[in-house]
């Protein structure tokens, strides 16, 4: 069972700085494409930021310039690193890895809370 495992979510002031963590198993994390998503309103799960195995990364214009994902290649992790934060990045969190275009499947992470507040 391959499951993605999310940490580092909290409450953090506007303006302040969050990282995610999500460990990804071995089998998968050299192989495939991985994403961070946020839940937007009516619940649907947006893309925010990917990387590919070759470390070429895209990010939605909403967090470009304050969100980087990486690969920690030692730990089999995948980082978002959040600053500037604002109350509307608030959500749920959800790393992703995706196999597709290996004809393998998709996984996601159970979510993690990231909530911006005064």
């Known amino acids: 069972q391959v499951q993605l495992v999310e940490s580092g979510g909290g409450l953090v002031q506007p303006g302040g700085s969050l990282r995610l963590s999500c460990a990804v198993p071995?089998?998968?994390?050299?192989?495939?494409?991985m994403g961070w998503y946020r839940r937007a309103p009516g619940n649907e799960r947006v893309l925010l930021a990917a990387?590919?195995?070759?470390?070429?990364?895209d990010y939605v214009a909403s967090v470009r310039g304050r969100f980087t994902i990486s690969r920690d290649k030692a730990k089999n992790t995948v980082v978002l690193q959040m600053n500037n934060l604002k109350p509307e990045d608030t959500s749920v969190y959800y790393c992703?890895?995706?196999?597709?275009?290996?004809?393998?499947?998709?996984?996601w992470g159970q979510g993690t809370q990231v909530t911006v507040s005064s």
């Open positions: 990387i590919t195995t070759d470390d070429y990364t």
């Open positions: 992703n890895a995706d196999g597709r275009h290996l004809g393998e499947q998709t996984y």
């Open positions: 071995g089998s998968l994390f050299s192989r495939y494409v």
